[in-house]
């Protein structure tokens, strides 16, 4: 009962920061993930080594995508073509339909298949290969045939500056696939450690790459061959108030959250980074969710049937007994993703601090 | 009474040769035709500079010893796939359309120059995708088109925007998102829009069924009304291209498919992408005709028989070889994949607008000082549209939730703060 007056004294005294809101061009400050030794890379570097390891230990590996030979337009293949030889590391024309069924057809021969999109707003024209080829070949072949040494790398969400057909964030589409492996990281360390541990895995994966984050997030990333678990979520900070879900760039804002959230209302919030949408990690959110009895899910997608609208739904059914107040999504708005008016469409920490005073007023 | 003349760059030779002769009407030219220019013929009606006193005679009227009309012929030939007989290759130029020509590719040159410079200033973010180099393209099909024909492209679309109607204040405030842009600052670079100009688009090669539609809607209505559907050498070859190719011949839709071929689709040249580079070629049934994209009177020629070929018998492809000076967005610098040598090349010698000037002038259609007069008009224009582009207000913020169904679908917006915005739509869509 004292918590809610206290909250009300200390946001009265936030407001006035609220102002400076859209000051910076980047709406999230970067927590690196640390890791004993490495070399300092971004996330497009990260990659890079990633799919170097990749092409290197598995001499079937093939690595193909608009301009990837030249090193694609956000650089993550730079130097690969030089090293393993247009045969291995090529060019494709325009045609994302025929990129991911070109790529479904050589993964269905055993090869291991590296495709990338362009964009995740440009995955559209492969929706149908990726949904109706790729996630039911093995069930449909009664396990005889299966696509599973295939993996997409696909640049997503809000960039700053994208508008439109740039900024995109379309794991909801398909993380109603069943079939599919879905998987979005929040830095270079786990960019890799996924990316690896995708190609290895023997289901056909995306991996959705927050393209903001390629130059943004630098880390201390271990040289050497290593894999990050699928379908595990990470709890980053531990809370006993609040839990805070997000993924890729939103995580940043969450972890930003929970130190204004501790700082300006005294609240304790947990932060789980999802990292993966198909399979998820349905035991480490419920365990949260029963420990702190309320949950913020946030994420750039819009609200209507955004990811955050199943995690709901689960904790919900799962939790219900002990939850506090009811689970709240902060997301985009369900409207098109907006050229000028970016900032105010993304879940930024100031709405997500908002959301943290709400459940705690309850 | 025609006279032939081998090249533009012999012209004022054979100038000083017809005033020696200015009683003769039948001068033939030089023989050289390997210039830099390529087979560059131009035919022009003996009245040319005021030089003879017959100029009643042949037809041809003139003013304060200036011709007003010139026969030229087109730079380079056309080619033809599953055609007979092609677009003419002699085509008259009057002072009006060259005047008109001039000023409009100069302004696109400049509208883009001044995008550029906002772009590298980050006063626009984001994507932008500049057409300097391909200015002979817009122009040249726009002069062909009729008010009953439309037209839509994809994210190359400035100057199309600005020869749509749109001002270039309407265009350069919509790449820096304010509320004097065309779609209110909502839409930036690739999303333009006019009157049956149905816009640019940011997904390669989805435009081209887009066009086919609006095709077909055309046919349906009997306004006899065509589409140009435009995409690049590198949306040539997705999918859904050849999907419209299929569906437009088989119902005979009244849509050209321009390939606007600059060689480059993105970073990947032409023959990295493409098995069959000739793109005017690649309708399988469908007609094509090859066109020199950097001559705006070319492209002309080729768009009015091509209307009228689509309105008779069915639709063709037009493949308009042409070629762009930046990197495929301002985010490439556009040299890592081809020389500096060869843009400055091409600058020098094909470039659309300095051969259109050199040709007027030659031919005695415009004169420097009037070439002088519209690039100063043409540059004021851009510098005040600069100017209101970089002050101009941005809309207001419930405009983030404006336009997205025509009415509020349920009883307040979803999704937004508290559920309690209703929706909202101020402008009714030019398409009702």
Not at chain 1, 333 to 361: G, N
Not at chain 2, 52 to 77: D, L, M, S
Not at chain 2, 375 to 387: F, G, N, Q, S, Y
Request: hydrophobic residues 35%; proline residues 4%.
């Amino acid at each position: 009962m004292i918590v809610p007056q206290i909250l009300r004294g200390r946001l009265t005294t936030l407001r006035p920061n609220v102002s400076a809101l859209f000051l910076s061009r980047s709406h999230f400050t970067y927590y690196p993930t640390s890791s004993s030794s490495g070399k300092k890379m971004n996330m497009f570097n990260a990659i890079n080594n990633a799919m170097d390891l990749a092409l290197e230990n598995d001499n079937s590996a093939l690595l193909f995508g608009e301009d990837v030979g030249f090193g694609g337009v956000f650089r993550c293949s730079v130097n690969l073509r030089d090293k393993y030889g247009k045969n291995r590391v090529f060019n494709t024309p325009l045609c994302e339909q025929g990129i991911a069924g070109f790529a479904i057809g050589v993964a269905n021969t055993g090869v291991t298949a590296i495709a990338e999109i362009q964009f995740a707003d440009y995955i559209f024209p492969s929706f149908d290969q990726i949904v109706n080829e790729a996630a039911k070949y093995r069930y449909r072949s009664g396990g005889l045939f299966d696509c599973g040494s295939l993996t997409f790398r696909v640049p997503c969400g809000a960039v700053g500056h994208g508008a439109l057909y740039h900024s995109q964030s379309p794991e909801a589409y398909f993380a109603h696939t069943p079939g599919l492996r879905i998987v979005i990281p929040r830095g270079p360390v786990k960019a890799k450690g996924l990316l690896l541990a995708c190609v290895r895995d023997p289901n056909p994966c995306i991996v959705f790459e927050p393209k903001t984050l390629y130059r943004a997030a630098v880390e201390e990333v271990p040289l050497d061959y290593y894999t990050s678990d699928l379908g595990k979520a990470d709890v980053l900070c531990e809370g006993k108030d609040v839990t805070l879900i997000g993924w890729g760039t939103q995580v940043h804002v969450l972890l930003e959250v929970a130190n204004l959230a501790k700082e300006k209302l005294g609240v304790d919030c947990e932060v789980i980074d999802l990292v993966s949408i198909l399979p998820w990690d349905t035991d480490a959110v419920c365990k949260s969710a029963k420990k702190t009895g309320r949950v913020i899910i946030a994420h750039e997608a819009p609200y209507t049937q955004g990811f955050g609208s199943e995690i709901a739904a689960y904790i919900q059914e799962k939790c219900f007994l002990h939850l506090e107040a009811p689970v709240k999504r902060v997301t985009g708005w369900d409207t098109p993703f907006p050229h000028v008016f970016e900032p105010f469409y993304l879940p930024d920490k100031h709405r997500c601090l908002s959301a943290v005073q709400d459940i705690m007023l309850f | 009474m025609l006279r032939t003349l081998s090249r533009v760059s012999e012209l004022p030779i054979i100038v000083k040769q017809l005033q020696k002769r200015s009683h003769n009407n039948n001068i033939a030219s030089g023989k050289n035709n390997n210039n830099s220019y390529g087979m560059q013929h131009c035919r022009y009606s003996s009245s040319f500079f005021g030089l003879f006193q017959n100029a009643a005679q042949a037809g041809v009227t003139k003013t304060n010893n200036y011709a007003t009309e010139a026969t030229v012929k087109v730079n380079r030939p056309f080619k033809l796939h599953r055609l007979d007989e092609g677009p003419a290759e002699e085509v008259k130029l009057t002072k009006d359309e060259a005047l008109r020509y001039y000023t409009q590719m100069q302004t696109i040159r400049r509208l883009e120059t001044a995008a550029g410079n906002l772009y590298k200033e980050k006063i626009i973010r984001g994507f932008c995708h500049l057409y300097s180099g391909q200015e002979a393209c817009a122009v040249g099909m726009k002069a062909a088109m009729r008010d009953v024909d439309n037209i839509i492209s994809a994210y190359r679309v400035h100057g199309w925007t600005y020869l749509m109607g749109v001002s270039p204040s309407g265009v350069l405030a919509e790449l820096t998102g304010v509320q004097g842009g065309c779609a209110r600052g909502k839409g930036g670079s690739m999303h333009m829009y006019s009157p049956n100009f149905y816009g640019g688009n940011g997904i390669v090669g989805a435009q081209v069924p887009l066009g086919t539609g609006v095709a077909l809607a055309c046919k349906y209505k009997g306004n006899g009304g065509m589409c140009l559907a435009l995409y690049g050498d590198g949306a040539a070859n997705q999918g859904q291209v050849f999907e419209a190719y299929n569906m437009a011949y088989l119902w005979k839709l009244p849509v050209i498919f321009v390939c606007e071929n600059n060689n480059y689709a993105m970073g990947t040249s032409t023959e990295r992408a493409s098995c069959n580079t000739d793109y005017y070629t690649r309708g399988d049934a469908l007609p094509g005709i090859w066109v020199d994209g950097m001559d705006v009177l070319a492209v002309r020629s080729a768009t009015e028989f091509a209307i009228n070929y689509v309105n008779t018998v069915g639709p063709l492809v037009m493949e308009t070889n042409t070629y762009r000076y930046s990197g495929h967005s301002m985010s490439d610098p556009g040299t890592s994949y081809r020389t500096r040598e060869e843009i400055q090349e091409v600058r020098q010698k094909r470039d659309p607008i300095t051969s259109f000037k050199e040709l007027c002038i030659e031919l005695g259609l415009l004169s420097a000082d009037e070439v002088k007069a519209i690039d100063l008009k043409v540059r004021k224009e851009i510098d005040e549209a600069t100017a209101f582009s970089k002050t101009d207000a941005e809309l207001g913020v419930s405009h983030l939730w404006t336009d997205v169904y025509s009415n509020c679908l349920e009883s307040k917006l979803r999704g937004t703060i508290s559920y309690n915005l209703d929706h909202i739509q101020e402008r009714k869509g030019v398409n009702h």
